[in-house]
């Protein structure tokens, strides 16, 4: 497993940016898929987007396709989370998640259940 510590989160204006930062450690971080979840209120734990190994392939929700861009540092062992255009209804808890299964298709690692490390969480609230 992946120890993961996450900054960045903040309060926004609708249309904002912010980037989200996760840094992890261990020496399996470069065959790790690392992904970000975000949970609103009330609201169950929903996928945002995953980095397949080395960054060579992204997975994004529907919901913030063309906004949000993962990326990743495998040097720094650090995933980031830009987020632009940001809406009221991306206002949410950002985790960030790790795990070291093997994947056909990076989107069948879309459930919380598929990760094995996470962060604390971080708190992004944007206003309008």
């Known amino acids: 497993q992946v120890q993961l510590v996450e900054s960045g989160g903040g309060s926004v204006q609708a249309g904002g940016s912010l980037r989200l930062s996760c840094a992890a450690s261990?020496?399996?971080?470069?065959?790790?898929?690392m992904a970000w979840f975000r949970q609103a209120p009330g609201e169950e734990r929903d996928f945002v987007a995953a980095s397949g190994w080395g960054g060579a392939s992204t997975y994004y929700a529907d919901s913030v396709k063309g906004r949000f861009t993962i990326s990743r540092d495998n040097a720094k062992n650090t995933v980031y989370l830009q987020m632009n255009s940001l809406k009221p209804e991306d206002t949410a808890v950002y985790y960030c998640a790790a795990t070291g299964r093997i994947y056909y298709k990076l989107s069948s690692l879309s459930a919380p259940a598929d990760y094995d490390s996470w962060g604390q969480g971080t708190q992004v609230t944007v206003s309008s």
């Open positions: 261990g020496r399996t971080f470069s065959r790790s898929v």
